[in-house]
């Protein structure tokens, strides 16, 4: 079936022509990337487009999501638990309330970017933490 935008000027750029096809993309979520493959209208000189919506790559793109969730939660419970701290001693340490780790390890919460660093950091350098400790 011809889209809407099959043969007409891209908008986007207003030097080329859409055309139907399919396009690689690449989306990037807590700096992990996910590629594939978009179908739609794409632009034959600035490659830009619009891709249409397909409900199975939306649910692929949310299950990567949760994988990449589910490895982070896994991460941080394991180095927490290698530098012997308790998840309120661990949520102490990077700042948080004192249940944030409860909450990151059970998935009711997705920690910031500086938490996830800090402890991937002491995972690497664990004689950091008494230096942290004594603040």
Avoid at 8 to 20: A, I, N, S, V, W
Avoid at 94 to 119: C, D, I
Wanted: hydrophobic residues 35%.
């Amino acid at each position: 079936m011809t889209s809407k935008w099959n043969g007409k000027q891209c908008p986007l750029c207003g030097e080329g022509t859409l055309r139907d096809g399919k396009h690689k993309q690449q989306l990037e979520y807590r700096g992990r990337a996910y590629a594939y493959t978009a179908k739609g209208a794409f632009c034959n000189h600035c490659h830009d487009g619009f891709p249409e919506h397909d409900a199975r790559e939306e649910a692929a793109w949310q299950a990567f999501r949760d994988r990449v969730d589910a490895e982070e939660i896994a991460e941080l419970a394991r180095i927490r638990k290698k530098l012997g701290l308790t998840q309120q001693e661990a949520a102490r340490l990077a700042g948080g309330g004192k249940n944030a780790f409860s909450r990151y390890e059970r998935g009711q919460a997705k920690p910031v970017a500086a938490v996830t660093n800090l402890f991937r950091l002491l995972d690497r350098h664990p004689d950091l933490l008494n230096e942290l400790k004594a603040g």
